[in-house]
């Protein structure tokens, strides 16, 4: 190593490999409860994704336990390394970035990675890149689709966020309408739960879903003031006092008509809104990330209903809508490209935010 500090070497490193338009990086995911570590070639590029879910131990408890979550990272993250570099073919050589995610998420367990990656890049000599969660969900559209350049609009539902976001340039938002409660995964998980559905249940609430009939039951249709704004307490509250009451009344509730008419309210309104911010923004492309994007019925909706309207539209495979590495090391490309480097005194930042205000 030469004289020079840390930070002024990586500032030069940045600079070379911004010069080559290229690089490997390794990115970390632990904000939540899958620890993950990918190789991600050019921001495009999958070379590796290794990723351990701890879905089945918080199943135990209904939902995550943080000082769980925490301490399951720490166990899983030195193999999850030897597991990427094998299958990206490599060794630590070959790496020339390290990309983390800084938050939002959950303090302890965002730590984990935090400090993992920091003493991984300080060991290496390698610049260290922070990212934010939700701008790698929206990146993992890049490496789905290699052709896929901003200008877009992107619908980020996952489990903590529901967005609608305009991406303007790499790494450059313009927050169009949010939640104004829960986020839609939280109101699929909420809603499985009241059918009996183990945690996480918005996958086989989806699941449960296709075998009913989405008008079965009726469903008030959430109200928001803003125009791209979506509301989803309201419809949770709606559909769990539905339940009780039926449950009251002795009768049975037909839990996959019941799935299937609440996966509907859900999806035509993220649908509706999406579509409408495209129209509004005169916008071409139109993309979808987050975990919620796995969902069946918003993949063909917004599929025909978005070509309907004329648009392109985008969307990561579903093993790529959940929490992974991949998304992460996607975004830290165009963050390294950006010279958007993090120091060795990077902290989590759980409530870190994509806009300002
Ligand atoms: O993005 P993600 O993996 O983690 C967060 O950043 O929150 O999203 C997880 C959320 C959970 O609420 C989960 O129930 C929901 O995404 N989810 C689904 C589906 N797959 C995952 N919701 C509806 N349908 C699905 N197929
Ligand atoms: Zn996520």
Redesign the pocket.
Known sequence: MSEMNYEARMREKAEVLHARGHAVILAVESS?DETAIAVVEDGRIERANAIASQIDVHALYGGVVPEIASRMHVEAIDPLLDLALEQAGLTLDGIDAVAITHGPGLVGALLTGVSWGKALAYARDLPIIPVN?IEG?VSANYVAHPDLEPPFICLVA???HSHIVSVEHYGSYRLLGQTTDDAA??A??KVARVLDIPY????L??RLADEGDDRAYKFPRPHTEGRYDFSFSGLKTAVINQAHNLRQQGQEIRAADFAASFRRSVVDLLVDKTLAAARDEGAKRVAVA???A???LLRSELERRGKRAGLEVFMPPRRLC??NAVMIGAAGFYSLMAGELGRLDLNALPALRMFEG
């Open positions: 939540c969660h969900h996952s489990g903590g995964g939280e699929f998980d996480p249940g918005g996958p609430l989806d987050g975990g919620v796995a969902n069946s959940t929490d």
